[in-house]
């Protein structure tokens, strides 16, 4: 008895916000070599198929995992089909980290009253990173993430969107060589308050931490009317520096063409063009990671409302496939095609350090 009490506390006290809690690990990885993934998400993205493969990602998630609220099972379902899709397209076990870090509601992220429509089914207070190292050549590290919790809705837009194009994108770079090494950060129960980033982020040795040059977060890129790129911090005087990531950004999305855009001047609530803490990149932020957000969202009235149509899409019941594809023909292709053409260019960039 007390053996199995004192191993109990050991491997608790392990597996508390440490990298590779090895029982966890080997659970969700065997729960993920058990799904099989039917043929249209099992595929490896093509050379110009940008935001396909992302498109089919979501409509999965869309049918098989709503509601993934902080801490249920159905959080934890997903982190086994994201695990499942990186196995399957070519990732080691060995690429694979999974940090374990416990929740607690008392800090919500939103004020605006969630619509729950789906509970996610039984609730724990212990949730999950999955962490996906891609080397380079260089142990300078670009931080690529993207939250796979949700409200209690089908979270297509928020952010099944910015796990689907991580998640093409990871695929897409398995074999691809580049200077930086890459890690993919899926993050547990963003929405109660940004746990799973705030845990990475605590967790870094100093070494860790010099070694990421970028953080790049994707997070709601659906359903908005236009698309965005943020970056800076906000000092305390109200100006903002950092910046020189997001404007190189910016002139890579110009010579691209692609139609997404940095936010408008003139809210002192959100400083031009940080977009501000509204989720995982902010913590990155604090300790003066230069970061990279992508949101789809409406800045035309000066304030985040993602739609002029139906206002908030995230975190009611419109987060919805069916209902975006109804009421926005065309939007969600072309959102998703856009976001992966751009992470890819991003990524093959090797001079982001100034
Ligand atoms: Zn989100």
Redesign the pocket.
Known sequence: MKKILSCFLVCAFLCTGLYGCGSKKTELIEEAKDLTLSQEISITPEQNDYGIPAYNFLKHIQSNYPGRVAGTEKETEMAVFILSVLLNGGYAESDIAIESFEIDDSTPMMDEAIQNVFDGGEKSNSSQNILITKKGESEKTIIVGA?YDSAGTHGVD??GSGVSVALENALRMVNTPTYYTIQYVFFGS?EPGMYGSRAYVESLSEKERENIILMINI??VLAGDYLYLYGGKVNDNGTVDNTEAVFKAYEIVKEIGLNIQLPPDGNNDYPYPTGQKR?DHAPFNDIGIPYIYFEANNWENGSPVETEKNGLI?HTDMDDLDFIENEYSGRVQNTLSSYSILLYSLLQENNWEQ
């Open positions: 939250h928020d952010n963003e997070d709601t989720s995230m």
